[in-house]
């Protein structure tokens, strides 16, 4: 018997890096594919024997589905003028962007994405066969935009502007007069202006990026405690919208996870105490800033093979290189021959790059180094590169 004919159906975009970290992160030596701080602890983050006492005694129930608001209180206080009613709890960032582009995007939109990003929002919109625009960072202005490319690409017909700052892969965080021409183009156009920044609080030398909210009526924000905070197992996301704006993108959270998970809510809340949360900040800059020193003494030491620009935030080195080889194909030797997994610039739309993650221990970092030295010289000996 034939099975019945499902008609159309929706055919997703690969998720090209998603889907390789999640089938290789946990199976190779160094894992330089993440773009976060080592994680907390558990004991790091609970402070005293009472207050592990305290979550040990919490229940296990449903949580409240928005977030507790003490957790929204305290995420609103993170933000310029924001009231806890603006802010509503997701598992991760990730879903935060999926609810956001689910309610926003409709098939024959017109949407334009800053290139390269996390391809989340990038990869929704071809799915759902929105008309993308993308809008480039250009390595010869620090990775910023142009701004004349943006008043080019936006119409009336722009549904959304979608951006992420500080940025991801890079580490740019974006400049005064980017982030001027951003709103007036948001606001000329009626456009909504979509911002991910899932990197603010993880800036290695620059002053804490400030957020895009507060611009605009028409802004959502996404972030969470996976990439600043290191925290990623917490799964602890939030969107910050307008009250009329979050009502319409709460149906959609009905359809997936319905509530965070009552753990993660309250070590969330014990993350964001604000005496509490400038420590784990503090811990972030500090290992950015030691991490940083030894992979841009390890790109110099290659001479003219790597190029890059230093990275404002994150725990990543977005690095441009001379080798004659794809960046997919150099990825995957480094996976299958040193048991490195880094990130192809082809899953930025972008070959001749890797994004290499610099947040891990400073010995693992080495070691990891070390092994894709290995295979750099054996890509010499072959002739191949």
């Known amino acids: 018997m034939h099975a019945p004919p499902r008609g159309d159906y929706l055919?997703?975009?690969p998720f090209d890096m998603e889907r390789m970290q999640c089938t290789y992160e946990r199976?190779?030596?160094?894992?330089f594919s993440e773009s976060g701080v080592h994680p907390l602890h558990l004991n790091?983050?609970?402070?005293?024997?009472?207050e592990t006492k305290e979550f040990l005694k919490a229940p296990l129930g449903y949580p409240h589905a928005d977030?507790?608001?003490?957790?929204r209180a305290r995420i609103a206080a993170t933000y310029r003028s924001a009231r806890p009613e603006e802010v509503f709890v997701t598992n991760g960032s990730s879903e935060a962007n999926f609810i956001a582009a689910w309610r926003l995007f409709e098939k024959g939109d017109e949407a334009v994405i800053m290139v390269?990003?996390?391809?989340?929002?990038?990869?929704?919109a071809k799915t759902w066969e929105v008309d993308v625009k993308e809008l480039p960072l250009k390595p010869d202005l620090g990775w910023q935009f142009d701004p004349e490319s943006l008043k080019k690409l936006v119409t009336k017909k722009t549904k959304a502007i979608q951006v992420c700052n500080p940025n991801n892969p890079t580490g740019a965080i974006m400049a005064e007069e980017q982030r001027k021409a951003l709103v007036d183009a948001a606001k000329d156009s009626g456009a909504w202006l979509l911002s991910d920044e899932v990197y603010l609080g993880a800036e290695r030398e620059a002053p804490r990026t400030e957020s895009l909210?507060?611009?605009?009526e028409k802004t959502l924000i996404t972030n969470g405690l996976s990439k600043a905070y290191g925290l990623p197992g917490l799964r602890t996301g939030w969107l910050v919208g307008s009250p009329d704006a979050l009502k319409e993108?709460?149906?959609?959270?009905?359809?997936?996870?319905l509530t965070p998970a009552m753990l993660s809510d309250r070590l969330a809340r014990l993350a964001l105490e604000p005496e509490r949360r400038e420590k784990i900040l503090a811990r972030t800059k500090a290992i950015l800033q030691k991490n940083y020193s030894i992979m841009?003494?390890?790109?110099?030491?290659?001479?003219?093979m790597f190029d890059h620009v230093p990275p404002a935030a994150g725990a990543i080195v977005y690095v441009k290189y001379s080798l004659k080889m794809n960046s997919t194909a150099l990825a995957e030797r480094l996976r299958k021959e040193k048991s490195v997994l880094v990130v192809p610039g082809d899953h930025f739309g972008m070959d001749g790059y890797l994004r290499i993650g610099t947040g891990p221990p400073k010995d693992y970092l080495h070691g990891g180094l070390d092994r894709i030295d290995e295979l750099l010289r054996e890509i010499k000996a072959e002739g191949s590169e």
Do not use: F, R
Request: zero cysteines.
């Open 67 to 71: 977030g507790t608001p003490e957790l």
């Open 11 to 13: 055919k997703v975009q």
């Open 44 to 50: 790091e983050l609970l402070e005293g024997e009472e």
């Open 116 to 124: 390269p990003n996390y391809m989340q929002t990038w990869g929704l």
């Open 27 to 31: 199976i190779v030596d160094y894992e």
């Open 213 to 216: 909210w507060g611009n605009y």
């Open 249 to 257: 993108v709460k149906p959609h959270h009905d359809y997936l996870t």
């Open 296 to 304: 841009k003494g390890w790109l110099d030491a290659h001479g003219s």
